[in-house]
Structures are given as structure tokens and as C-alpha cells.
């Protein structure tokens, strides 16, 4: 069940654009250049798109938000997400080129040098931004950055608890810090050496992978390596998973995606991707809408559109079941769906 829970998106595309999916859970899905139609895209580059970040917070789910409000217009989402641009070479080395929020369909760069973001995922509406030169936070009203705290860090990863104020960053000699004292002090996080990407799942459990591509997982009970993973891939990429999933996350292993538990076990998704379908970039936070970034635009996939649309029956046997993720963001009164 957890499978389709996270790539929900691709499998509604698999379902709607024909690939042999049977409605077992055990049917892989390949995603080819297919599942990224034109109608689908939001936001075009000259660069890379290397991260999407979609707050699950009151920044885009406020529960006291007027029903009027939700209902204003239908094509373009209201869901305010954050992406980094870059240029990536044949090694995978970035040149960063700048941090952008993205709403309504307008983009715009926030930080010029920003490399990642991080959003909780409780009732505030806080967004860190993090940069080459430290820490900030976003300003809605007037969409800026402004400095968090007095870290001048050259910060290449950034990672927020659930909720709380607990922030965790990544430095550029791959040191995590745990960030305290409302951004004006740092901490290094006991027993990670060389991280070289970070991220938490819903029950705060810290994932990275070091040099040897080898994922390990920090709980309460210490650091574990995740065991049943592919030795020696060339590619790792940790991804954010949908609030939906608690404990655990995908992970993309060159071209095959593989769900990491805390408890140290792992198991294949089902989902694979062609060589040259493999997206720049996921944003599946909020489970019925996600974004993905491939080929240099970011694609909005919004779940319940798809679902209401011509493709309803195929889909009634995938949701059966899944009425309680739907009503938990149904209740968080999603902006627009
Ligand atoms: C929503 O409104 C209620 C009552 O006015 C208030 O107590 C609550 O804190 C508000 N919640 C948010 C997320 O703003
Ligand atoms: C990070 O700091 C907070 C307090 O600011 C603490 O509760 C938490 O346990 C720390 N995490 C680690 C991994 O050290
Ligand atoms: C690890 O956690 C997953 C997800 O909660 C669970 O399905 C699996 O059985 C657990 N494995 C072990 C060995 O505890």
C-alpha cells in the first residue's frame, strides 16, 4: 500500500497514458518521457531544476482560510513552492543558480545564492532558506528572504523536524549541524561523518548518504546503515516523502526508486524510470498534488483533478482504502483541488 501511496501521481499517469499497471500492488511501473506532458507544466528554466520544495504548513494549508478563497481559480494552484536552479555537470557538480518561490504561476528568485529550503510541518508558516553565506527565513508579504540568525556558513542541505524549532543543516565540508539558539549557534551532530545529503522523515528520523552511496538513518537509538539496497550504484537521491508516509522515504538508486524505513530495512517501490525520464527533482509533500522537475520545467500534478477526470473508474480500486489520507488533507482544507 505504502508503494502507490507515495508515487501516486506517476502511477494515476501510468493508469491514464496506458502502461501495463494491473491493479495488484506488485505491478512495476516504468515512467518514460510520457508521463511529462506539456499541459502539465508550471514553470520553464534555462537551468536544471535540482530541488522542489512544497511546505506542508499554513503557508499553503491554513485551516482557518474562507471556503470563497479556495474556490477562486481552477487551472492555476495556489500552492506556493520553492525550487533551486543550477547547472549540473557530467560529474553531477552544481553551479547554483539561485533559490525561487513559485505561485500562481509567477516566479520569482528569493536569494540569488540559496541552495535548499526547509518548511515544518505544523500550523506556522515558516520557510528556511538556506545559502552559501548562512541562513534565512521567507517573508511572504513582499516574497523576500530575510537573515535568520548570525551563521555564515557556506550551508549546501537543509532539514526541518515536523514541528518545533529543531533545524538541522548540511555544511559545504559536509558537517551536520544541529542549529540552536534561534539560529545563532550550531551544533555537530554526534557519529555523522561526510554527509553528503540530508533529510527527515515525519517522525524526525535523519537519512544521508555518505561518499560510498550507502544510505544510513539516524533515530532516537543511533545510526543505522539501510541494508537491501543495490551496492555501488553511480546515483543516490534522498527524497522528501508525502506527510502521509510516517516513517520512512523513497530513495532514487540510479534509476530505480526504493522505500528506506528507520528501522533499517528497505524495499523496491515498483517504480523504475527510463535513463532519460528521470526527474531533476521531487515535491510529493502534500501526497494529492505533487510536483516533479524534469528536463528543466517543474510538472504539477494535482490528484484529485486527475481523479475526477476521465480516468475515475480505473482509480476506484486504488483508492479503496486510502480514504483516510484523503480525508486528512481534505480536513487541513487544501487551497485548491
Ligand atoms: C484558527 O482560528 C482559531 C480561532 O480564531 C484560532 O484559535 C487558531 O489558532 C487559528 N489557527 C490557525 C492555524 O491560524
Ligand atoms: C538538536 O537540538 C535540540 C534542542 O535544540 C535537541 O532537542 C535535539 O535532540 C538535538 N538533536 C540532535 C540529533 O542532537
Ligand atoms: C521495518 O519497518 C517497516 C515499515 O514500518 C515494516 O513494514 C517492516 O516489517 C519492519 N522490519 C523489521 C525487520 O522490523
Redesign the pocket.
Known sequence: MMKSQIFTALLLVALAVGAPVSEEDDEKVTVTKNFFPDFLIKYTSKHDIVKIIVPINSLNFDENSSESESNSKETDSEVTIFFVEADVDENGKRDYKGLYVLKEGKSKMILANGVDAAASCDDSKKVYLAATDGLYTYKDDDKTAVKYGSLTDNIKGIAKEKSG??LYILTDDNNVY?V?NNGNSK?K??GIENAQQIVLDYSDNLYYYTPDKKIHV?TADGITEITGLPANPTKVNIIRPPFIIEDGLPILIDNVAYIAYSNGTSENSDFDFEADAIPTAFGMEPALIQYYAYNKNIYEYNILAMVLGEILDELKTFLSGKTDSIQSIATRKKNKV
Do not use: A, I
Open positions: 524549532d529543531v544541529n540552536t551544533v551532530v554526534d539516524k
